[in-house]
């Protein structure tokens, strides 16, 4: 049987996942773009756009894998019971997060096959292979920059859940203040009442005082019958 995870480690393997899939889809992008290292530019005439077919499919399953174990992830965190405002947030976060990335894993995937059509086509067009190339790094780029908007949209929601809970507590504090701004007023406007308690509780240690003295008493003559 498999040990039960707490909401804290589910969430800490979620987040986990999701940039160890952002930091592979980036590599896939630019895998299925077909974009060389600058040793290799030379050659891009007689090499196809395309070279690394098995590495493109090895990259895919290891993706999709994670992805799987992701989306598990996120149907247990739902499973989870909900308490509070922010970690129902937390939890539509994570699946807005798994969208992009399937979003863009599948987009690759689109792009990866479009491009290998166009080059059975067009294997003879290197102007047309090379437009296709600028495309896709604008893309690429527009697709780095995309994560570094969501990154800032986190955090930036991060922050307002921070100055929330702030807020509340400053809120419970006045509460506590004025509750005990009552009771002083209270106890100052009726002096009866802790004149009442006063006396109660020296009542209270006379009859302790008393009760020991009685005590004291009976142990001594007892003492006192006993080695007589």
């Known amino acids: 049987m498999a040990t039960a995870l707490s909401y804290s480690d589910l969430r800490k393997q ?118 296709d190339g600028v495309n896709n790094r604008r893309d690429m780029y527009l697709k780095e920059n995309q994560h570094i908007h969501n990154s800032d949209h986190l955090i930036n929601e991060q922050i307002a859940i921070a100055v929330e809970a702030r807020d509340h507590l400053s809120s419970q504090r006045q509460t506590l203040k004025r509750l005990q701004t009552r009771f002083n007023d209270i106890s100052n406007r009726y002096p009866v009442i802790n004149s009442l308690i006063n006396r109660v509780n020296i009542k209270k240690k006379k009859d302790s005082i008393i009760l020991g003295l009685v005590v004291a008493s009976c142990t001594i003559l007892m003492l006192y019958y006993a080695f007589s």
Not at 119 to 124: H, K, Q, S
């Open 14 to 131: 979620a987040r986990h996942l999701e940039n160890e899939v952002d930091l592979k889809l980036v590599a896939f992008s630019k895998l299925g773009a077909g974009i060389k290292s600058p040793h290799n530019a030379a050659s891009s005439d007689s090499v196809p756009l395309l070279s690394s077919d098995d590495t493109f499919e090895a990259m895919s399953e290891e993706i999709e894998q994670m992805l799987n174990k992701l989306t598990q992830i996120n149907e247990r965190l739902a499973e989870q019971p909900i308490s509070g405002a922010a970690m129902l947030h937390t939890i539509q976060r994570h699946r807005e997060i798994l969208a992009d990335l399937l979003r863009d894993y599948h987009k690759t995937n689109s792009q990866h096959e479009s491009r290998r059509a166009r080059e059975d086509l067009l294997r003879g067009s290197s102007d047309t292979f090379r437009n």
